[in-house]
């Protein structure tokens, strides 16, 4: 087989059911499966999976076990010789799926490739980049990566490039990620110690570091509308995000990489916190009341951002 496509869902019935059908039509002459892992969603999703796509492997958690775990699940019965991680939250369109499939197959020195990913408006999402090393943090949480120039300073987002040529990447971001099965077996599935965000950065470090080349390619273009899931977990995604790159820094660099992420997402928060508080008593209106009370609520828990055995951020 070709290929076996893993989109896991937790309530986003509408836009899982969009997805399949894109990939569905999108699948040409591919001998192909497509594996749904839901879970355990409350809105439908996998009766709507069941009732509208039979030909999909349908996999029913009776528990949100997490992106990384779900995969994995999928993994395991997955018997394509590549394998992609597709988030329910997109739509593939035109012959991408199987112009990775091929690149992929021409390429034997890279074990995972990504695709140009567009935002619902059409603009380029910028997808592929670096490693979130500490500089790049840095970068990224004082205001400074996102401007392209001088390049240095939108480095981690690679902001200087218009993602229109092939190039080596240090990671691919999971809405769209096409790897070998072999380079599966070879390295593992994703850490399931992540449990939301960071798996898939986690992975392709892996990737790396056992020699295998990441790649992106033009080869085609999918649409990743983005929030599906997010949008449920309010203050609470940017816990999961911190205590996620936390645990990244920990795994890949020490305890003092892992304390020195700790106080720059601390700073961070509690700096948003505190702007957010002060426009809201000076605008006494608009978005800066919520926005004060979610950085707040994030701060309240900074805590729960440092990574224990196993993490306790659960949806």
Request: aromatic share 8%; hydrophobic share 45%; net charge positive.
């Amino acid at each position: 087989m070709d290929l076996s496509i893993v989109i896991v869902n937790w309530n986003t019935r509408e836009m899982t059911a969009d997805c399949l059908q894109s990939v569905f039509d999108g699948l040409g002459a591919l001998s192909a499966e497509v594996i749904v892992v839901d879970n355990a969603s409350d809105d439908g999703s996998a009766e709507m999976v069941a009732e509208r796509f039979p030909q999909a492997i349908l996999i029913r958690n009776t528990e949100n076990r997490g992106f990384a775990a779900a995969n994995n699940q999928g993994f395991t019965i997955a018997r394509g010789r590549q394998v992609l991680l597709l988030n329910s939250d997109t739509l593939v369109h035109g012959d991408v799926l199987p112009a990775s499939v091929a690149w992929l197959d021409a390429h034997p020195d890279a074990g995972a490739m990504g695709c140009r990913v567009l935002n619902t408006d059409g603009t380029v999402q910028l997808t592929c980049s670096r490693y979130p090393s500490i500089l790049n943090l840095l970068l990224l949480t004082s205001g400074l990566a996102k401007f392209s120039r001088p390049a240095f300073l939108g480095r981690y987002q690679m902001r200087d490039w218009a993602r229109d040529s092939t190039r080596d990447v240090e990671v691919i971001s999971g809405c769209y990620l096409l790897v070998r099965r072999s380079v599966i077996d070879q390295v593992g599935g994703l850490d399931e110690a992540f449990f939301f965000f960071g798996e898939e950065t986690d992975w392709c470090r892996r990737m790396r570091d056992a020699g295998w080349k990441l790649m992106f390619a033009p080869v085609g273009e999918i649409t990743h509308h983005g929030g599906g899931t997010v949008k449920r977990l309010n203050h609470r995604r940017d816990v999961m995000l911190s205590e996620a790159t936390v645990r990244l820094h920990r795994k890949h660099g020490g305890r003092a990489a892992a304390l020195a992420a700790f106080v720059i997402l601390l700073v961070f928060n509690a700096s948003r916190a505190l702007f957010w508080t002060a426009a809201s008593v000076m605008a006494r209106g608009g978005r800066a009341p919520e926005r004060g009370r979610h950085f707040r609520a994030v701060v309240a828990q900074s805590a729960r951002t440092w990574p224990r055995p196993a993490t306790e951020a659960r949806v």
